[in-house]
């Protein structure tokens, strides 16, 4: 494993009930980078991101991690007592070591500070959501993983939820692992793609995945061909306390549509003929199974 890695998969494989549920996945995570896991259902998504994490160990190849590294993880689903009194202040204190200061800075880098004493319960899928993250950074990890962490939200707030992601990537350089069925949203977020079938079909950036055969005979001719890559430009924001926040312009100068959301000029759009790269890396090439 090279020093800069946070985590790394050799060839690893896990085997269950007299099958494979991955084998011979081979990938890493490094500092201040996002990575996508995409695939199906069954795909071993969560399988992978759990043998990062060392919850599971490999029954073929090596997963090797950072000494002493401080990772954090958002589970796919958390289901609470709807009978249990249990205000979002006190979740942040379950298992956590952490003093009033750090909740209420874990809480504003989310948004969440006005929900401190509102009930778990109580709380929608996308406040549910941020709390959950605000408790995944108390620690200030160095590797972050999130398993489907917009599940449960509407598409406007899985955008705001995939920018705070972006937010806490940029604010604490921590590395993080991100498991999505859906790459139309998590395209402009990424830096770097790994299509699980069972196995690593796939991988580079969003564009060039998107444009890979593997990805196509996963996915259908008509999701490949129907990826918008596209900037989400919008002339105002719902904050997660109710408040709107207003913008004069799109940061190219550009007024959107009511609805928000203005397309760049056709200079600016992506094709897979010239897939120029979106992200902070450029990986250019798609490495494919052979």
Request: glycine share 8%.
């Amino acid at each position: 494993m090279r020093d800069s890695m946070l985590v790394s998969l050799e060839n690893a494989g896990i085997f269950r009930s007299n099958k494979w549920l991955v084998r011979g996945v081979s990938m890493g995570v490094e500092p201040g980078e996002i990575v996508t896991l995409i695939g199906p259902n069954g795909s071993g998504k969560s399988t992978t991101a759990k043998l990062a994490l060392g919850v599971l160990a490999t029954d073929e190849g090596m997963a090797s991690r950072k000494e002493k590294l401080r990772a954090s993880y958002v589970p796919q689903k958390l289901k609470l007592s709807p009978t249990l009194p249990l205000s979002v202040a006190r979740f942040l204190c379950l298992t956590n070591k952490a003093d009033r200061h750090q909740i209420t800075a874990a809480l504003r880098a989310t948004e969440t500070d006005h929900l401190a004493a509102e009930q778990m319960v109580n709380l929608s899928g996308g406040e549910f959501q941020r709390v959950l993250l605000a408790r995944a950074i108390l620690c200030s990890p160095e590797f972050l993983v999130l398993d489907e962490p917009v599940q449960g939200v509407d598409f406007n707030g899985e955008l705001a939820l995939y920018k705070l992601i972006e937010d806490i990537r940029n604010r604490l350089d921590c590395g993080i692992l991100l498991i999505s069925h859906d790459l139309h949203v998590v395209m402009s977020t990424t830096d770097r793609v790994i299509c699980l079938n069972g196995h690593v079909c796939c991988s580079g950036t969003p564009a060039n995945v998107a444009s890979s055969a593997e990805f196509k005979s996963l996915f259908g001719e008509r999701a490949a061909s129907g990826l918008a890559f596209y900037e989400h430009r919008h002339d105002h924001e719902h904050r997660p306390d109710g408040s709107i926040e207003t913008r004069d312009s799109a940061p190219d100068g550009r007024r959107g549509p009511e609805g928000g959301v203005s397309p760049p000029p056709a200079s600016q759009k992506i094709s897979s003929a010239n897939p120029a790269n979106p992200n902070r890396n450029n990986q250019d090439k798609v490495n494919q199974d052979v």
